[in-house]
């Protein structure tokens, strides 16, 4: 018992000590915060001798708002949603950022006029672009007869076999709706109106039945890989990963594809707010955001970190024509709309939901 | 008049030795030992109450309570005060308005606002954060300047969700959850059939839930019956296999079931490799209700099984024999002898597996697909859209379906008829 004791407190040590450090960021785990961590945290902890920590959250605006709703807040910066940005940010719990505090682009552009336009918000700073595609397994179609565009998704004639589908309104709809011939300029005016939701729900009932449903975005690969579907909606970074980093045979199709920006926020009494700042503008300014490139396949948001080839951390594989920024990907690209979804995702949810529930 | 013979002098008190009474120093010693005992108890009281209690009481409170924008809106709620119920919004009104908008905008707190009016009205939130971020350029007639910002302003829906939202205390919360909205006027309607869900997936917790305790029941009462009679060492063999799952983490053991059932899983396999079936009509056991229906049974069976265990290992087997040898049929001594006798475990047992099934979220949420979710996916869904008052309502629903039937168990078999073991 007192061995058990000792053991305990000599734990509890161990944990305090771990939260003693001098600043805390918070991602998303996994692949990306993998990323984050090679790119960002550790060089620069090495850099500025701030010891900086790591911690995972399955979605970091969540913790961060009830933490400051409750006046606790531990974590200095979180990697959140753009929507999730803009939303926690009009609702006063996170702390400014003033984009003329961010440093220069590498050719001297001020950060102004270098990020992509939106890429820096009120309380926000984007640290890449990412997309939401679809992706198959190039086993199961043979050259030449593979799908090429957003509506093939959806057409079980000339490409037979399961689906994969991330379970909710936000992205699937629009899916539906472009492959149904809406270009992206009108997807979210059409899906403003009924007739509109009633067209994407349509298409989505032509495929109901061949669809298996994810949530996590580690489980679309693998239902790849599993043969479970034949192609299935998927963060592009998490497809690149199993085609380039474990040689699984996925392929991307980028028509349709539904980007983002990612953002680092501070949130509202973060108690290493000057820290949380400095590595703001570490991990945002070009070097940073290239660093992060190599690691994961999600664009950059600066005009000077796309300037130069940026090299897959494998060593061999050029990042450019992988990110969901590139101009051959972006034929056909809709920019998820914030505004939109913080609207419309309770009764647009719950309708689905419904929708799904329903057989 | 004499003195009448049977009256006594009162009698003198009984004394301890050292002379005090004796009802004090007996109350005295027991209160000792009374507040020795709460002083024992107190620790893992004031852990219930920290862990338990407290949080119960606050996800309940906040299932009612919801002051995003009454609380940014102190102009508009007075008005709304002064005001009956439908009365269209005059000037004053849209002052008012003006002068919360400012502070709101002042304190950023518009979004906050206007989410809360957002969850019984859809568009509200950028409506008021767009005319937050004009403001200041708010002039008289304010009528007219909110006009001119969004014709919404006009809408009679938009103000009555904002008087519906001026009182921090609102029932909106419980309406949502049981697939109502209000109409312009405030009285209550059912939304429309094709966004009604909440409704239909509590039924279906409970139905899922009966179904897979049955399940369990009929799995369990064999396995447990062996283990009661088997001999000691086969019988401890068979306890492992028992005890072995159930010491194995949740997470593996529904990852497992996704590799044995899945379309190119092990089961799927093997009947395509013996040619029960075709390669192109695989068994689809995975990722519909059918998965969350087996996964489920497999991962509460224990607790089904250990109640059943303890209640027929202390049945003596003499009860049966009597009967036997007394003329009843091997069925007439299970159903009259054996089976009253278990029912205590079978109690237990059901009732545990019913309750843990009802709460259930992560298998469901992994194997569940389209048609297997319960309603406790969509209180994860809410909290995680932080939506958490929507959240606590389902919550707080589903709490008072589980008493409901803890008290309908109750007045049908009797609680102190419980038997865990």
Redesign the interface.
Known sequence: MKRLLILSTALTGLAVSAQASDLTVMSWGGAYGAAQTEAHVKPFAAKTGIATVMVDS??P??PI?AAVEAGNVTTDVASVEYADAV?L????LLEPIDINALPPGADGTPASEDFLPGAVTECGVSTDIWAQVYAYDTTKFPEGAAPTTVADFFDLKKFPG?RGMR?GAKTMLEMALMADGVPPAEVYATLSTPEGVDRAFAKLDTI?DQ???W?AGAQPPQLLA???VVMTSAYNGRIFNAAVGEGKPFKIVWDGQIYENEMYVIPKGAPNKDKALEFIKFATSTEGLQAQAQQISYGPARKSANATEIIYKDGKTVMGPNLPTAPENMANALESSF?FW??????L???F?????S? | MPADPFVTAPPALLTTSDGRPLKAALAQAQGRARRRAFLLVAPLLAFVIFTFVLPIAQMLQRSVYHDGFSANAPAVRAWFAATVPGTPPDETAFAALAQDFRQMKADKTAGLAGTRVNYTLPESRSLFTATARKADDLAPPYRDAFLAISAKWASPAVWQAMRSAASPYTSDFYLIATDFERADDGTPRRVQENQRIYVYLFVKTFVLSGVITLLCLLLAFPVAHLLATLPMARANLLMILVLLPFWTSLLVRTSSWIVMLQGQGVVNDLLVATGVVDDQNRLEMMYNQLGTIIVMTHILLPFMILPLYSVMKVIPPSYARAARSLGATSWTTFRRIYLPQTLPGIGAGAILVFILAVGYYITPALVGGADGQLISNLIDFHMDKSNWSLAAALSAMLLAGVLVIYWLYDRLVGIDNLKFG
Not at chain 1, 353 to 357: G, H, I, K
Request: with cysteine; hydrophobic share 30%.
């Open positions: 399955d979605n605006a969540t708002k939303r940010c009009d609702e006063g399961k379970k109901k669809v298996v449903w949530e599993d043969g479970e505004e913080v609207d419309k995702d309770a009764e949810n719950e309708r939901n419904a929708w799904l529930a057989n």
